[in-house]
């Protein structure tokens, strides 16, 4: 009998290191999510505005842009518009 009661305690005491050792990463991560709320938060109100303002200098934005417009105007709106995304995609100018 106390041999059972002895694998028990050390059962017990093994389970309790592994309720532990579970608080911790759960503590963890509760840590890693505010930081990630955090760092979401942050790309909404300043990631967003920054890609908005640097944008239009960009050349590369300008070059695709002036290429939809420049098929705009020699398609007609519609047309034109889905033939320079269709010419940039392939990687036409």
């Avoid at 009661?5 to 608080?23: D, F, I, M, Q, W």
């Avoid at 944008?55 to 695709?64: A, G």
């Avoid at 034109?80 to 392939?90: D, F, H, Q, S």
Wanted: overall charge negative; aromatic content about 6%; proline content about 2%.
């Amino acid at each position: 009998m106390h041999e059972v009661t002895s694998r028990h305690e050390v059962e017990v005491e093994g389970l309790k290191k592994e309720v532990e050792a579970l608080k911790v990463r759960e503590k963890t991560s509760l840590e890693e999510q505010e930081v990630l709320k955090a760092d979401n938060r942050w790309l909404i109100e300043h990631g967003f505005q920054q890609v908005v303002t640097f944008l239009p200098h960009s050349s590369e934005f300008n070059q695709v842009l002036g290429a939809v417009y420049t098929k705009l105007l020699a398609h007609g709106r519609h047309r034109g518009l889905v033939a320079g995304y269709k010419a940039c995609e392939a990687g036409e100018p």
